[in-house]
């Protein structure tokens, strides 16, 4: 069944608004953009037209940075994101072990010590409330967990960063809980479905999903029975990259469904539990620059590794002497032959302007989250008290970073997912001087996010022959102050309303399902 939306507001690269008002869809893909008339005529008499009335739509957003389906199992098992004490996270501990019943492990995520000024609970305190169920909670950040001696039992001596007294884990162990502590197979399909539609939900209709190899296997399995319903260019931590190789899952296997993506490789940790990588210590922390989880030789032995296999890398650096690190490594690799691969780096939020230059030269994508703005970036807030004014001011280039060539991706790292929320980090940001405009932001978004996993030709713009992804807003971005201020109203995947309704339109369009019969 075929339909155009017009009197539409579009918001796409490469397209004129002046001379576009109108979109056509037909058998999965936009058939026709331009004007109304025009659009109407090329989609014959039998095209249902639904009238937006001025809303904007968007090329379904790109969310290239994602731990979608951890974060949807967190949300489905014991997620913290409400608490605002270190009193209320040990109320809802308390809880929880009275919900479980002794002996069950109770892995918990998402807690946020900026919401009430620092501190949080230790081995004793967690303990005390729960004696007899191992117990792990994860912060939001996922780089800084608190664990009772239940756990800390549980969790072996080759793990590093385990402070057993105090009951902290940082760094790879906290971020590894869920090997430490699997969720049973009825849990992970929950959490797809769940991350399915907090993405549609969202606007987002494709996501660069970082997760296990186990979860990988998963969403394999529901490609082949047509159930995965979410586009998913799927990337590995680097651990698990060799045992998907020797099952055949390259770098590029897959379709326009599930692809799989690159290697993830970890730099640094992050800016709250302070262990991201800086050049200058921490304000009021002077021994503390945090922390580079691998050697100079190290970090360039493993990307070189991939990069000879032809496999993409995404290496998470967040503070400016990790970036240094790993553009570094990247320039050892790759030499004068170019980014073939598109190696990237995810974050770079503080950056030495020397380091972005050798980014540009050498055509390193940056994936950066301008929601990390609002959520911590604002005068007062959390990034400001751990790296002072002037390093705040500098930090999240996204302007900088465009004018001087570097291409720039938009990912959420699910906190939160909202796009909408993102780009008012992104038009609004607190150094005005690096503030994107709207139809530059939308881009990173979208088309950016395509090129980033080499889907530009099928993806991320409103154009004749993309997938028919769309997200219809409530009202017209044009017309408001903050992104934020709109919310998504209908969201279509491959053609098909995947969530909410179209005005004028639901009845005609109700019958529509996603067809993700997996084709040779």
Not at 328 to 340: D, H, K, L
């Amino acid at each position: 069944m075929a339909y155009v939306l017009y009197n539409a507001t579009l918001h796409s690269s490469r397209l004129n608004r002046d001379e576009a008002d109108a979109v056509a869809v037909s058998g999965g893909r936009i058939s026709a953009v331009g004007r109304t008339d025009e659009v109407r005529r090329r989609a014959g008499k039998g095209a249902s037209e639904i009238d937006l009335a001025g809303r904007s739509v968007v090329p379904g957003f790109i969310d290239a940075h994602t731990h979608l389906i951890p974060e949807s199992l967190a949300k489905i098992r014991f997620h913290l994101g409400d608490v605002r004490s270190p009193e209320g996270l040990l109320e809802r501990l308390r809880e929880r072990v009275r919900e479980v019943g002794a002996g069950e492990a109770i892995v918990g995520e998402g807690w946020d010590d900026s919401e009430w000024g620092g501190g949080y609970p230790g081995r004793e305190e967690l303990d005390a409330v729960a004696p007899r169920n191992p117990v792990v909670l994860r912060r939001v950040c996922g780089h800084l967990a608190i664990a009772n001696s239940r756990a800390l039992d549980a969790i072996g001596e080759e793990w590093s960063e385990v402070d057993r007294t105090a009951g902290v884990l940082r760094g790879m162990v906290a971020l590894q809980v869920n090997r430490i502590f699997p969720p049973s197979r009825e849990d992970l399909i929950r959490a797809l479905r769940y991350a399915e539609e907090l993405a549609f939900a969202s606007g987002v209709t494709s996501v660069h999903e970082i997760a296990s190899r186990g979860m990988l296997q998963l969403c394999m399995e529901e490609r082949e029975r047509g159930t995965l319903r979410l586009r998913m260019y799927f990337t590995l931590p680097r651990g698990d990259v060799e045992s998907a190789r020797q099952d055949g899952l390259a770098a590029g296997t897959g379709d326009e469904w599930l692809r799989i993506g690159g290697s993830k490789i970890m730099a640094d940790g992050s800016v709250g539990a302070k262990t991201a990588a800086l050049l200058e210590p921490y304000a009021g922390d002077q021994e503390n620059r945090g922390m580079l989880l691998h050697s100079d030789e190290e970090m360039a032995e493993m990307v070189g590794r991939f990069h000879g296999d032809g496999c993409q890398v995404l290496t998470h650096a967040i503070g400016d002497r990790s970036v240094r690190q790993v553009v570094g490594a990247y320039e050892r690799v790759m030499g004068a032959g170019g980014n073939a691969l598109r190696h990237r780096i995810e974050h770079v939020e503080m950056a030495d302007p020397a380091d972005l230059e050798r980014m540009a030269r050498l055509g390193i994508i940056a994936c950066m989250q301008p929601n990390f703005v609002v959520r911590w970036g604002r005068r007062g807030g959390m990034y400001e008290a751990l790296i002072g004014e002037e390093r705040l001011r500098t930090s999240n280039r996204f302007r900088t970073m465009r004018e001087m060539g570097i291409r720039v991706a938009f990912g959420s790292d699910c906190m939160p997912v909202s796009p909408l929320y993102g780009l008012d980090g992104a038009v609004n940001h607190t150094n005005p001087d690096e503030s994107l405009s709207l139809d530059e932001a939308v881009e990173c978004y979208t088309a950016e996010g395509a090129y980033a996993a080499f889907e530009e030709g099928e993806k991320g713009r409103i154009e004749e022959g993309s997938v028919a992804d769309l997200a219809v807003l409530s009202g017209n971005l044009l017309e408001v102050e903050r992104p934020s201020d709109l919310q998504i109203m209908t969201t279509i995947v491959g053609g098909a309303v995947v969530y909410g309704a179209l005005p004028g339109g639901a009845e005609s369009l109700s019958d529509f399902s996603v067809d993700t019969t997996k084709t040779a």
